[in-house]
């Protein structure tokens, strides 16, 4: 059976893939294209460690098909990082010790710029409500919280 | 197994004929978040999957005349970006934003919840208390159904083969009325109504309900438009007496099925504290 054709832009990049219909952007992501940044903790919807944009919009990328992708603009963690300058973000974890095993984290940071794109100085509620969708098992949430909320204090003080 | 075929048309009409065609199951294709789920668990297995994001009657919302159209595939993120549309529905967005996490708001649709069927759909009893009515488009052109009458167990609609929601119409307000959607979840966040209800009533000048919809989730197979819990409101001015004969009616409409997250007497319960509290929250937006 014939494969699917898709092109579509990754990370500013243009891209060309086959994919079965089945396949999900998860599996495109990782397995065609070796961006393996974005992880699979639950393919179902519930844990966010598969985060990424799509046009402009936070999706659970095991939620999307890999064919959708067709045209469209794809933004992934590996995109995060301006070459070796870590994004604010990314250097806050670090810092706060916001991982442990990691897995989660790709998944945060990617629900968390977009976060602070749309809001620039949100809440700790804010925060909490808009990374409920994320799911961390080794951290606890609250230096991922605070990681967040450090970033946005800093980009409002300089 | 033949192989899953995908297409994206971009009109109505093409998408119909797609629908229509499929020898075998076809499945129309909004946000993804229900039907990617039951494609990987083999709850489903179509040969063939609709987009109907590329369609623009899909994804987009217009209003004409105070009557709001609303592309049945458009996210829910965007929806609640509408300030106008959040201003004049206040219970039908906050009833479709409490659908999953910010990453499942981003793709997740009114026309997705509702074709879904399942019975604690969040935005249904809100759409239904908004007397919201379905386009629908099939290979014999468009008719329109009350959203009420789209589910008829979990997972069945009355759609017929070819059939598919093109938008969700929701009519012009009279003035002084207010519609809200309250839902119990054991957690604050990603979990699926124990008990939801949806109200949306108007008020004369004198503070009196003239009209009134009432509908309950999550307490049968599908959502309820529960006449006599309105009847309790109506003629009255919202007060304590109307609020408990809204209560024992909604708690009679009820006929749950016992399960982990709530027995058959806590969500009839609930279902009255629950309607109370939406009705004051809906009088309240009516009278400002
Ligand atoms: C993590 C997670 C949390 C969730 N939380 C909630 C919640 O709190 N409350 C809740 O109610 N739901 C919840 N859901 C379920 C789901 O997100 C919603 O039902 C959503 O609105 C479905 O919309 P969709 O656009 O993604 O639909 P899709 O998955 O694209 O479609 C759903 C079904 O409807 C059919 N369909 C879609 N659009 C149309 C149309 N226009 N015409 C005819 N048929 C159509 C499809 O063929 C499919 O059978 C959750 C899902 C996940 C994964
Ligand atoms: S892998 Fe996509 S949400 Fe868990
Ligand atoms: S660091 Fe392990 S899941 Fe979050």
Redesign the pocket.
């Known amino acids: 059976m014939a494969k699917n054709h898709v092109t579509t832009t990754i990370n500013g990049e243009p891209v060309e893939f086959l994919c079965e219909t089945q396949e999900t952007l998860l599996d495109v992501l990782r397995d065609e294209l070796q961006l393996t940044g974005s992880k699979e903790g639950c393919a179902?919807?519930?844990c966010g460690a598969c985060s990424v944009m799509v046009d402009g919009r936070l999706v659970c990328s095991c939620?999307v098909m890999g064919v959708e992708a067709e045209g469209s603009t794809v933004e992934t963690i590996e995109g995060m990082a301006d070459g070796e300058n870590l994004h604010p973000l990314q250097q806050k974890f670090l810092e706060n010790a916001a991982l442990q095993c990691g897995i989660c984290t790709p998944g945060f940071l990617i629900a968390a710029k977009a976060l602070l794109e749309k809001n620039p100085d949100p809440t700790e509620t804010e925060v909490r409500y808009w990374l409920a969708g994320n799911l961390c098992r080794c951290t606890g949430y609250d230096k991922i919280i605070r990681s967040v909320l450090d970033v946005a204090a800093e980009a409002k003080g300089a | 197994m033949s192989a899953l075929q995908y297409k994206a048309p971009t009109s109505v009409d093409e998408a119909a004929a797609l629908l229509a065609g499929a020898s075998g199951e076809a499945?129309?294709?909004?946000?993804?978040?229900?039907?990617l789920?039951q494609l990987r668990a083999a709850m489903i297995a179509p040969e063939l999957v609709v987009d109907?994001k590329h369609i623009p009657e899909l994804t987009s919302v217009s209003v004409e005349d105070g009557v709001y159209s609303i592309g049945?595939?458009t996210p829910s993120a965007e929806l609640h970006e509408n300030a106008d549309l959040f201003a004049m529905w206040p219970g039908v967005i906050e009833a479709m934003d409490?659908?999953?996490?910010t990453q499942?708001q981003g793709?997740?649709?009114l026309?997705?919840?509702l074709?879904?069927a399942?019975p604690?759909?969040?935005?249904v009893p809100a759409m239904i208390a908004a007397n919201a009515v379905c386009v629908v488009a099939g290979p014999n052109g468009t008719r329109e159904v009350a959203v009420e009458d789209i589910a008829t167990g979990p997972g069945q609609t009355s759609?017929a083969k070819g059939e598919?929601?093109v938008t969700i119409r929701l009519p012009k307000q009279a003035p002084r009325t207010g519609d809200a959607y309250l839902r119990f979840i054991p957690r604050t966040e990603?979990?699926?109504?124990v008990v939801g209800v949806g109200i949306c009533l108007t008020l004369d000048d004198g503070g009196v309900c003239t009209d009134a919809r009432v509908s309950l989730g999550a307490v049968a197979a599908r959502a309820l438009l529960v006449k006599e819990a309105a009847d309790a409101l109506i003629g009255t001015k919202v007060d304590d007496a109307a609020m408990a004969n809204l209560d024992a009616a909604a708690q009679a409409a009820c006929s749950p099925i016992n399960d982990k997250r709530g027995t058959i007497e806590f969500r009839t319960k609930v279902a009255g504290v629950l309607a109370r509290r939406t009705a004051a929250i809906a009088l309240d937006r009516a009278r400002s």
């Open positions: 179902s919807g519930d939620l | 499945r129309v294709l909004a946000g993804g978040t229900d039907l789920v109907i049945a595939a409490l659908v999953g996490s499942i793709r997740a649709s026309g997705g919840n074709c879904n399942s604690a759909a969040d935005s759609l598919f929601v990603m979990d699926i109504a």
